[in-house]
């Protein structure tokens, strides 16, 4: 019943600041550029999630621990799916994992890894600077995304240790401290949280893979020169239920456009996914969702994804290239991107609302690169110094989503996006 409720979804349909006044809830009523109301509607109050960003919220609501209601009890076919078809990916790499498991025993047998009892992930004072933020968008849906919270605690701070932490199939939490230079892409498995203990924790040479997994949160993280087998930073494949959030991501531009891959990519009907507060920088092809014009057949209908407060810098494209799915891009700051920034192709659909666009080329486009174009609703984008080069040929029906969420003024996203995207 519990997730019955949390499941009906609440079509709001939230107005600009022109409209703001005190009756709105979830309404910005703070932070240190904001010239608006600073009040709320009764029954709620105003919180402060940082220095640059105040939300009002339910008065009763106003710890993060509330995401603790989103647990579900999931005994789907899918899952269960998910997990036969991730063995057979196993024995497909013999090699690899026996080399995981000689590694699992040496890692336990020296007994670095710290193990914590019933720890919370919404307790951020145990996680060092983490700020934890509110899962908003489409990671929210269909049972929400909590990772390993509840689980087992892992710290680890090379590759076996955390290939050990991850041979653990419960729900885990993986504390990354440090970067780790991968030798290999890692491949992570459901009900996890990949955290980074501070704001230079992550990992190098390498990146992360997903296959049929579901619900894993990947946070505080910074991923670069991801130069693994699939040359991506994070790729996702028939995966759902992924919050990527506070994460830094970038390459550089010195080597040709294929040398790198893409940093976050999205394929093979993955679907619930929300990618918010993160740094994308200095690369060329950032992220791809619907890797193929001729896939629609297992991806129309999936692919729900959802970008806010994300920081997109020196970057070619996708950001993001968009096929056959569903995609809601708000509060972003796309900065020096030199071909084109949101691409919605192959019947996708998108609502692009309050982003911030400087010197980028090609803001929105509904007919590039593809055989079939895409839809999109725009509203509210500062197109700013860019000549505004958009090309919508097809104005979409997407003008809400079945979600609750706050979009900040374009006016002040600029300073709270660029001072808060990246890890802490
Ligand atoms: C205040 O906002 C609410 C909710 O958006 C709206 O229904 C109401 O008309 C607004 N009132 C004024 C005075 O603008
Ligand atoms: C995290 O949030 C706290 C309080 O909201 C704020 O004071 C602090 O500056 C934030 N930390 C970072 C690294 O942004
Ligand atoms: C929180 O507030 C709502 C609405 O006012 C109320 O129905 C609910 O009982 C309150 N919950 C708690 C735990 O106080
Ligand atoms: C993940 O956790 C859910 C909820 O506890 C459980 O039903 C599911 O089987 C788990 N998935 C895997 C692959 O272990
Ligand atoms: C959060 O962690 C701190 C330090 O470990 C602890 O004192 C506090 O009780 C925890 N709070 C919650 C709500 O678990
Ligand atoms: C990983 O780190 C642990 C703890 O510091 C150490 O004991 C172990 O030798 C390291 N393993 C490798 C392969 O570096």
Request: aromatic letters at 8%; hydrophobic letters at 30%.
């Amino acid at each position: 019943m519990k997730t019955a409720l949390i499941i009906i979804v609440t079509i709001l349909n939230y107005t600009t600041s022109l409209a703001a006044n005190c009756s709105q809830p979830y309404y910005q009523c703070g932070g240190s550029s904001w010239n608006g109301l600073t009040c709320c509607t009764s029954g709620y109050s105003c919180k402060k999630f940082n220095e640059f960003f105040s939300q009002c919220v339910p008065s009763n609501n106003s710890s993060p621990d509330s995401t603790t209601k989103k647990i579900t009890k999931k005994t789907t076919t899918a899952t269960k799916k998910a997990t036969t078809k991730k063995t057979t990916t196993k024995k497909t790499t013999v090699k690899k994992t026996s080399k995981i498991t000689t590694t699992k025993k040496t890692a336990t047998k020296t007994t670095n890894i710290i193990k914590t009892k019933n720890p919370s992930i919404s307790n951020s004072s145990s996680l060092s600077n983490v700020n934890i933020t509110e899962l908003i968008g489409y990671a929210s849906l269909n049972g929400g995304t909590i990772g390993g919270q509840g689980g087992q605690t892992y710290t680890v701070s090379n590759q076996s240790q955390l290939e050990s932490a991850l041979a653990n199939n419960d729900k885990k939490i993986i504390i990354v401290d440090g970067i780790i230079k991968l030798t290999s892409d890692i491949i992570v498995n459901s009900n996890t949280s990949l955290i980074g203990a501070n704001k230079n924790s992550g990992f190098t040479n390498g990146g992360i893979k997903m296959k049929n997994a579901k619900n894993i949160i990947i946070q505080n993280l910074k991923f670069s020169y991801c130069l693994g087998s699939n040359k991506d930073c994070i790729n996702a494949q028939k995966s759902t239920n992924i919050w990527v959030d506070h994460c830094e991501f970038f390459n550089d531009r010195n080597h040709g456009k294929d040398y790198y891959d893409g940093l976050i990519d999205f394929t093979h009907a993955s679907d619930y996914i929300t990618i918010s507060w993160c740094s994308i920088h200095d690369h060329y092809k950032a992220s791809l969702i619907g890797h193929s014009d001729t896939n629609g057949n297992e991806d129309t209908g999936k692919l729900h994804i959802t970008y806010h407060h994300n920081y997109f810098k020196n970057v070619g494209s996708r950001l993001p290239s968009l096929r056959f799915g569903t995609g809601h891009v708000f509060n972003n700051v796309y900065e020096n991107i030199e071909s084109s920034c949101v691409n919605v192709r192959m019947g996708a659909q998108a609502l692009v609302e309050n982003n911030v666009f400087l010197n980028a080329n090609k803001p929105i486009s509904t007919n590039l690169d593809s055989s079939q174009e895409g839809s999109v609703i725009q509203r509210n984008n500062d197109f700013g110094t860019t000549s505004n080069t958009n090309s919508i040929t097809s104005v979409g029906t997407l003008n809400s989503v079945p979600y609750k969420y706050t979009v900040d003024n374009v006016n002040s996203i600029y300073k709270i996006v660029i001072n808060n995207a990246g890890t802490h």
